[in-house]
């Protein structure tokens, strides 16, 4: 059975008082999923902080610092820190994060092979209400 299948107690993030919203937001927020997506897609498996935030072009050291503790709180990305001068930490998926950016890693990857249709209703969209 797969991490994400499995079974647990009845979650609904429709509900405002839910936890799965808040993960659901760590997720798919813009630093989120480009942080998830970035240490799936390399085939090292783990990153250092300043390789990851080279990889997530345009993040800032305090976001993607932020970004990452709440993905490690949930459960999503383990640290290591290595005992070395200067200190080394490296960033890796867990089994639950890597199941969480294959599926995420789908839809980055659908969206970005219909990007000419996306552009094509948005130009079409501005034409017909003067612009954006």
Known sequence: ?????????????FSKACPSRGTLEHVTGRWGALTLGALAALPEGSLRFNELRRRVDGVSEKMLSQTLHALERDGLVHREAQPTNPPRVDYELTPLGRGVAERLLALIRFVE???DDVVGARERYDATRGGR
């Open 1 to 13: 059975m797969d991490v994400m299948d499995s079974p647990g107690p009845a979650y609904d993030v």
């Open 113 to 115: 092979g219909r990007m």
